[in-house]
């Protein structure tokens, strides 16, 4: 394979140089070494941290090296305080214990924090200086819009949901418990504050922060806990915020799957609402406890055809409901059947069962059949497709992938 399939040629140019000069030292960079005897100390003590968790055999993690402390040295410049962000890195053989820690499986992992906490969604960008210097100014950004009117909440964007806090004073205990959260949840969420005279009229009781969904019509919810206890503002937020059906796009695909767990995913056409609604409120009615097993998504049946044909559908025939257990897929019989008592969540039972999976390869089992009906359904169906979305997951002409995944 080419280096510049892998490396962008202005920074496979700059690679080689420094190879070729010698002028490439692998402790040169601002780079921090994180071990288990200092990882939290100084996650904890950074604003954003970026963390290479690497393999020094493995090419790519080579590859990236020289980039990842390049981009190190400009954010250095732009951040010369070491509390604001801190460029680490794992070798990952060396401690073995802190990859386990952190789920790494593949190599290089670029994972980022926010005072010691792990963000959800990692680095996957481009591995070029410009672009990940470009992300470590992006996550510097205040997610906050402050509000200098009143009048200025009646025209924000109810297609995104919206946290407003309203303050007495920037420099407050609330205040900064609100920021920390909001730099957590900023892809999620649109953050809104107000303070001072601007905002009196809304702290009648005090500072206080509401929650606007989805939707013009939609009543806003306002958080009742401590506002400087961090813990229950998150939970509150990220739960408002992150919701229970999440979109799956091309974009995020490849962090879906990652995740490793099933997918229940409704197909639906952009502009049917209607049935969207009716799976979110069935998911959240029949399967919240299952929640941690399986990953409820919803996807455009028009941008996802191919997966769609591998279980011989169009977009004509959606709203279709279909597992993908990143082996087989499997197609809920109707979506009319949503309106059945449990059926959705016997669906998902039955792939964790194995059912879905025996009764693919050797028809329905014998509890499911009556006497008279035991030898017309000996007949073995065809095989499930195969997953069509398991090609969304991290590739290996990026990554150095260290185990496959075993599921049904």
């Known amino acids: 394979m080419k280096l510049s399939s892998i490396i962008p040629v202005p920074e496979l140019h700059y690679f080689t140089?420094?190879?070729?000069?010698?002028?490439?030292?692998?402790?040169?960079g601002e780079i921090t070494s994180?071990?288990?005897?200092?990882?939290?100390?100084?996650?904890?003590?950074?604003?954003?941290?970026?963390?290479?968790?690497?393999?020094?055999?493995?090419?790519?993690?080579?590859?990236?090296?020289?980039?990842?402390?390049?981009?190190?040295?400009?954010?250095?410049?732009?951040?010369p305080d070491a509390t604001q962000v801190v460029f680490g890195r794992v070798d990952c053989d060396q401690h073995s214990d802190l990859a386990q820690r952190y789920r790494i499986s593949k190599y290089p992992t670029l994972k980022l924090f926010r005072n010691g906490m792990m963000m959800k969604r990692e680095y996957r960008g481009q591995r070029s200086v410009t672009a990940i210097a470009d992300f470590i100014r992006q996550q510097k950004v205040d997610p906050i819009k402050e509000i200098e009117n009143l009048e200025e909440i009646s025209t924000v964007d109810r297609s995104r949901r919206t946290?407003?806090?309203?303050?007495?004073?920037?420099?407050?205990?609330?205040?900064?418990?609100?920021?920390?959260?909001?730099?957590?949840?900023?892809?999620?969420?649109?953050?809104?504050?107000?303070?001072?005279?601007?905002?009196?009229?809304?702290?009648?009781?005090?500072?206080?922060?509401?929650?606007?969904?989805?939707?013009?019509?939609a009543p806003d919810m306002v958080y009742m806990g401590s506002l400087t206890n961090f813990d229950l503002s998150y939970a509150w937020t990220q739960d408002k915020c992150v919701p229970l059906v999440r979109e799956i796009t091309f974009e995020n695909g490849e962090e879906l799957t990652e995740e490793g767990i099933p997918f229940l995913i409704l197909f639906h056409q952009k502009d049917d609402t209607e049935s969207l609604e009716k799976f979110q409120q069935e998911v959240a009615r029949q399967l919240i406890s299952e929640k941690g097993s399986i990953n409820f998504l919803h996807a455009d049946c028009d941008k996802f055809r191919h997966p769609l044909l591998?279980?011989?559908?169009?977009?004509?025939?959606?709203?279709?409901?279909a597992i993908d257990s990143f082996r087989h897929m499997y197609v809920f019989p109707e979506f009319s059947d949503l309106a059945v008592p449990g059926k959705l969540r016997q669906f998902v039972l039955d792939l964790h069962s194995g059912k879905l999976h025996r009764e693919f390869h050797h028809g329905?089992?014998?509890?499911?059949?009556?006497?008279?009906?035991?030898?017309?359904?000996?007949?073995?169906?065809?095989?499930?497709?195969?997953?069509?979305?398991?090609?969304?997951?991290?590739?290996?002409?990026?990554?150095?992938?260290?185990r496959d995944r075993d599921e049904l």
């Open 17 to 28: 140089l420094l190879l070729v000069t010698g002028l490439y030292n692998p402790g040169r």
């Open 34 to 79: 994180l071990d288990s005897g200092n990882i939290d100390d100084i996650l904890n003590g950074a604003g954003v941290a970026l963390v290479n968790f690497y393999a020094d055999w493995c090419r790519f993690s080579q590859m990236l090296h020289p980039i990842f402390e390049e981009a190190s040295n400009i954010v250095r410049e732009e951040y």
């Open 163 to 217: 946290i407003i806090g309203y303050f007495e004073k920037r420099d407050s205990d609330n205040y900064r418990t609100y920021e920390k959260v909001a730099n957590i949840l900023r892809d999620d969420c649109a953050f809104l504050a107000a303070f001072g005279e601007v905002s009196k009229p809304e702290r009648f009781s005090g500072d206080n922060i509401i929650y606007k969904p989805l939707g013009e019509n």
């Open 310 to 321: 591998h279980i011989q559908k169009t977009p004509a025939d959606c709203p279709v409901i």
């Open 364 to 402: 329905p089992d014998p509890t499911d059949s009556t006497p008279g009906q035991q030898e017309e359904n000996r007949e073995v169906p065809s095989n499930p497709p195969e997953s069509s979305f398991q090609k969304l997951a991290p590739s290996e002409t990026r990554y150095t992938i260290l």
